[in-house]
């Protein structure tokens, strides 16, 4: 984790949008900037100053975990201590992350400024340390294609363990335990298993619903190493198929192979969506896929960049995302399958390896 280089490109985005400092609050960003992972704390970062701020619960855990920072112990309500954390720095504007602090919280510290008659103004940033989180140092590729080793072997362990008969819930816990035991921290999310109409929803959760013969089932799941994640997803069929199955298993295979050949630096997110999506609707489910091909992923499941059909944001080199087309037909089913991936070079590297087959 090579924290001076992260601070220095923050302190560099500061300083364009003129802005003195910034008090970070989201819990992942906290955790980039500083390696603290504590559940309760700030990060206050000017440009000479880096201080993390928390509570009795983890003063020993942060002195261990962020050497760099000064360590600010919090005491009582934040108007009892905000003014201290300050001190007697000549601040004039104070970034804040206008996508995670709340409005309560906001017009709590505008009240105490305006009671310390200060002429610190705090300004929204938004994005600024998510952007730098999206282009991955080598670390931290390597802790997210470990995560992702461990969720191929975890569909390798499904194809011999899956069958009819089995209720949905009863699969996603036997995958649970499986990733556990091959070592992976508590996972990044909730397993996703949605057999024959349930496959229809994207976000399904597991059910007492009975597998049967011939119908879709798509299994999302992910792993955590380090506290890097991985997501991927795959659609599979106990039996003989019925020619939907067969269509639509095509038509999302070929839509995200394409993608896959033909994503590079620079395209935007959208272009890289419209490769697979232009698959998709000329096979006529235009009205099937209803969510973005794919999303950054490492600290948390979903974070820059954004692959989808409004998205502006630039791939670049050392971006790690998903790609993962779907077709939903609701009262049959669906087919997802999710890849994940990263740029080197310029052009698509594909990480994971589970069969589609």
Same mark, same amino acid.
């Given at each position: 984790m090579n924290l001076t280089n992260?601070?220095?490109?923050?302190? @560099?985005? !500061?300083? $364009?949008?003129?802005? +003195?400092?910034?008090?970070? &609050?989201?819990?992942?960003?906290?955790?980039? !900037?500083? $390696?603290?992972? $504590?559940s309760a704390g700030y990060l206050l970062i000017t440009p000479q100053k880096t201080i993390l701020a928390t509570d009795f619960r983890y003063i020993e855990q942060a002195k261990i975990q962020a050497p760099e920072y000064d360590i600010f112990h919090i005491t009582n309500e934040i108007a009892d201590w905000f003014s201290r954390l300050l001190g007697e720095s000549d601040l004039k504007k104070l970034g804040f992350e206008a996508g995670h602090m709340t409005f309560a919280l906001y017009k709590q510290l505008t009240d105490i400024l305006n009671g310390m008659k200060s002429r610190l103004r705090l300004v929204s940033i938004e994005g600024l340390v998510e952007s730098l989180r999206a282009v991955k140092e080598p670390e931290?590729? @390597?802790?997210?294609? %470990?995560?992702?080793?461990?969720?191929? &072997?975890a569909f390798e362990y499904i194809e011999g363990m899956l069958q009819t008969g089995m209720s949905e819930r009863e699969v996603a816990w036997e995958i649970e335990k499986f990733? %556990?035991?091959? /070592?992976?921290?508590?996972?990044?999310?909730?397993?996703?298993v949605a057999s024959g109409p349930n496959a229809a929803l994207p976000h399904a959760k597991?059910?007492?619903?009975?597998?049967? =013969? $011939?119908?879709?089932?798509?299994? +999302?799941? /992910? =792993?955590?190493?380090?506290?890097?994640?991985?997501?991927? #997803?795959?659609?599979?069929?106990? /039996?003989?198929?019925? +020619? #939907?199955? *067969? *269509?639509?298993?095509? #038509?999302?295979? /070929? =839509?995200?192979?394409?993608a896959l050949a033909i994503i590079k630096e620079g395209m935007s997110g959208s272009e890289a969506d419209s490769l697979a999506r232009t698959v998709v609707e000329e096979a006529g489910y235009k009205k099937a896929f209803g969510h973005g091909l794919g999303h950054g992923v490492g600290l948390a499941t979903h974070e820059m960049p954004r692959l989808g059909p409004n998205s502006t944001d630039k791939l670049a080199s050392g971006m790690v995302f998903t790609i993962e087309p779907g077709i939903y037909l609701p009262g049959w089913g669906g087919v997802r399958i999710e890849d994940m991936a990263v740029i080197q070079d310029g052009k698509v590297k594909v990480i994971s390896k589970a069969s589609k087959s």
């Amino acid at each position: 984790m090579n924290l001076t280089n992260r601070l220095n490109k923050l302190r @560099e985005g !500061l300083a $364009g949008k003129e802005v +003195d400092a910034i008090l970070i &609050s989201q819990p992942k960003n906290r955790h980039y !900037l500083s $390696g603290f992972d $504590g559940s309760a704390g700030y990060l206050l970062i000017t440009p000479q100053k880096t201080i993390l701020a928390t509570d009795f619960r983890y003063i020993e855990q942060a002195k261990i975990q962020a050497p760099e920072y000064d360590i600010f112990h919090i005491t009582n309500e934040i108007a009892d201590w905000f003014s201290r954390l300050l001190g007697e720095s000549d601040l004039k504007k104070l970034g804040f992350e206008a996508g995670h602090m709340t409005f309560a919280l906001y017009k709590q510290l505008t009240d105490i400024l305006n009671g310390m008659k200060s002429r610190l103004r705090l300004v929204s940033i938004e994005g600024l340390v998510e952007s730098l989180r999206a282009v991955k140092e080598p670390e931290e590729i @390597e802790f997210i294609t %470990r995560a992702v080793e461990i969720t191929d &072997s975890a569909f390798e362990y499904i194809e011999g363990m899956l069958q009819t008969g089995m209720s949905e819930r009863e699969v996603a816990w036997e995958i649970e335990k499986f990733l %556990r035991e091959k /070592g992976s921290q508590p996972l990044p999310f909730d397993i996703i298993v949605a057999s024959g109409p349930n496959a229809a929803l994207p976000h399904a959760k597991p059910s007492e619903r009975v597998i049967q =013969a $011939g119908e879709p089932v798509i299994i +999302d799941i /992910g =792993a955590r190493i380090n506290e890097y994640t991985s997501d991927m #997803t795959r659609t599979f069929c106990l /039996g003989d198929p019925d +020619d #939907t199955f *067969k *269509k639509v298993y095509d #038509t999302v295979l /070929g =839509a995200q192979l394409s993608a896959l050949a033909i994503i590079k630096e620079g395209m935007s997110g959208s272009e890289a969506d419209s490769l697979a999506r232009t698959v998709v609707e000329e096979a006529g489910y235009k009205k099937a896929f209803g969510h973005g091909l794919g999303h950054g992923v490492g600290l948390a499941t979903h974070e820059m960049p954004r692959l989808g059909p409004n998205s502006t944001d630039k791939l670049a080199s050392g971006m790690v995302f998903t790609i993962e087309p779907g077709i939903y037909l609701p009262g049959w089913g669906g087919v997802r399958i999710e890849d994940m991936a990263v740029i080197q070079d310029g052009k698509v590297k594909v990480i994971s390896k589970a069969s589609k087959s």
